[in-house]
């Protein structure tokens, strides 16, 4: 007997007042035996419900007695239904979600049901391309942390090849729009992006946990060292004034934009991993950003525009 379909029953019953053993099969997508067995159950643990035989009969709880499985308040409700209820939500968390508005009590649920109205999830960038954050293992690994399962994972960074390993999933995170899985590895707590996973292969080992762990300070942890790495460097430059929404664009949060200088332009100060990475992205604007530091950053930005140049001008000698 499944605690959890006792419990939907328990739900139609509160919200319905009254049912027969035919609709709350119906309601459940389960056999009529089955619903008549599990209405029985509830007697048998002391629920007050009771049968009434002949037209218009069917299963009361006693003195129309009410259940408030929730406890929750209407912000609370509207935020669980907005979070949970965007369209696209799989099967299992509509019924989910289903049950949980029969244990909302009555004048709450308005609030849920326009919470779950309330926003869409379109998976599809502007090139009518889908995109999945968390990739196509999404599932086996989400499947891995609940089940406590040790998973050989198929990883490769960007300009390398996969590689496997075997590792233990402790939990998922969703940054800036990427999934990203903590696990534990024989060199300690990593962090693995979960669109660059190849492969994801569950084992019958169970997961080391460590006693004392806690996701959301270990996912700081990682992404503070994350965080160091992605920041190491900074460029500082002066930049047209009409050049500014799209530095911002591009450099989103790395960009601090200081005073404004003489000339009309702002001086402006850009992180990255690297110098090399931050000269690179600066080449494309050289007729409206100067580079002013550091040195290293001039030079490679130099370097670039001599490769550049003669790339350039030998093709454009050879089209005439």
Avoid: N
Wanted: charged residues 25%; without cysteine; aromatic residues 4%.
């Amino acid at each position: 007997m499944r605690a959890d379909r006792l419990v939907a029953a328990l739900l139609v019953l509160q919200a319905r007042g009254r049912v027969t053993a035919a609709e709350l099969a119906a309601e459940l997508e389960i056999s009529e035996r089955t619903a008549r067995r599990d209405l029985e159950a509830l007697i048998a643990s002391g629920v007050p419900v009771y049968a009434q035989r002949g037209r218009g009969g069917g299963w009361r709880l006693v003195g129309g007695a009410r259940t408030d499985l929730t406890g929750l308040t209407s912000p609370e409700v509207q935020a669980l239904f907005l979070a949970a209820g965007a369209s696209g939500a799989s099967p299992e968390l509509r019924a989910a979600l289903r049950k949980l508005l029969r244990a909302v009590p009555e004048p709450l649920r308005p609030h849920a049901e326009a919470a779950s109205r309330a926003r869409i999830v379109d998976e599809l960038d502007w090139s009518r391309t889908a995109v999945t954050a968390g990739g196509p293992h999404h599932t086996a690994l989400e499947r891995a942390v609940l089940d406590g399962r040790r998973v050989r994972l198929g990883y490769a960074r960007p300009g390398d090849e996969p590689h496997e390993r075997t590792v233990d999933p402790l939990g998922l995170v969703l940054k800036a729009g990427h999934w990203y899985m903590v696990a534990g590895t024989p060199d300690g707590l990593r962090s693995f992006r979960l669109g660059r996973v190849t492969s994801a292969e569950p084992t019958d080992e169970p997961v080391a946990r460590p006693a004392d762990f806690d996701l959301a300070a270990a996912w700081r942890s990682l992404a503070t060292r994350l965080e160091d790495r992605l920041l190491a460097a900074t460029v500082t430059a002066h930049a047209d004034q009409d050049a500014l929404p799209l530095l911002q664009r591009l450099f989103d949060g790395r960009l601090s934009i200081g005073r404004l200088l003489p000339d009309g332009r702002r001086e402006i100060e850009a992180a990255g991993p690297s110098v090399e990475v931050l000269a690179a992205q600066f080449a494309g604007l050289a007729d409206r950003v100067e580079v002013v530091g550091p040195e290293q950053a001039r030079e490679q930005l130099a370097r670039l525009g001599r490769a550049l140049t003669a790339r350039y001008e030998e093709d454009r000698v050879t089209f005439l």
